[in-house]
């Protein structure tokens, strides 16, 4: 009975592990001085992905982009006030920054989102940076430990079941791709060929996320 239940709270980690986090993440930021607790769980339930690897390199953009963010806009907004264009400018500057030092798209989003709500809240709230920044850590660091340390998830079986899916597809296609060349590579069937192709190697991708 205690082995079932176990593998009950084991299997359906996606289901209670977000709302703990979020509920501690809040009451951390909470007991922290926080005037804006919410942004705590908001980080803590974006954080969470499917394996803990995703989870911690998530967590880590998200940390770094609100940084920057904060950083950039703190010091820029008392120049350049708060409209619509002020707003793309930070954005477009914070996004010309992320591309010149080739990292990832997701870092390019936190950017923007800290830019847009910085530049916002600031002029109301003098401390939402500091707040902003301080909750977003606590809230990445809750999400990041109860993934990994509560029943962490084992994504070994899907990945093999997902292994097999993609050499039989392999397969598939190899033969499919065979007897297209044979029959002299027509023009009319190339598009559905390549197509597939994409297919599969999506499929790979998904593949690559899963084992994490």
């Known amino acids: 009975?205690?082995?079932?239940?176990?593998?009950?709270?084991?299997?359906?980690?996606?289901?209670?592990?977000?709302?703990?986090?979020?509920?501690?993440?809040?009451?951390?930021?909470?007991?922290?001085?926080?005037?804006?607790?919410?942004?705590?769980?908001?980080?803590?339930?974006?954080?969470?992905?499917?394996?803990?690897?995703?989870?911690?390199?998530?967590?880590?953009?998200r940390?770094?982009?609100?940084?920057?963010?904060?950083?950039?806009?703190?010091?820029?907004?008392?120049?350049?006030?708060?409209?619509?264009?002020s707003i793309g400018l930070l954005v477009l500057l914070g996004a010309a920054i992320v591309k010149r030092l080739n990292r990832d798209h997701a870092l390019t989003v936190q950017i923007a989102l800290s830019i847009m709500l910085v530049l916002y809240f600031q002029s109301k709230m003098p401390s939402y940076p500091f707040y902003r920044v301080r909750d977003t850590v606590v809230g990445a660091v809750v999400a990041v430990l109860i993934h990994a340390l509560l029943f962490p998830p084992d994504s070994i079986p899907t990945a093999k079941q997902k292994m097999t899916r993609f050499a039989e597809r392999l397969t598939r296609q190899f033969y499919q791709t065979a007897d297209w060349v044979r029959h002299g590579c027509p023009a009319s069937q190339g598009k559905t060929v390549e197509a597939k192709l994409q297919t599969m190697f999506q499929f790979q991708g998904k593949l690559r996320d899963v084992r994490g």
Request: hydrophobic fraction near 50%; charge should be positive; proline fraction near 5%.
């Open 63 to 85: 940390i770094i982009g609100t940084i920057a963010g904060v950083a950039a806009t703190a010091c820029i907004t008392p120049y350049v006030g708060l409209s619509g264009w």
């Open 1 to 61: 009975m205690k082995s079932k239940l176990t593998d009950i709270i084991k299997n359906n980690g996606t289901v209670w592990k977000m709302p703990l986090a979020a509920a501690l993440s809040w009451e951390a930021a909470e007991w922290a001085g926080s005037n804006h607790p919410y942004l705590a769980p908001l980080t803590a339930i974006l954080c969470f992905q499917i394996t803990v690897s995703q989870s911690l390199r998530f967590a880590w953009q």
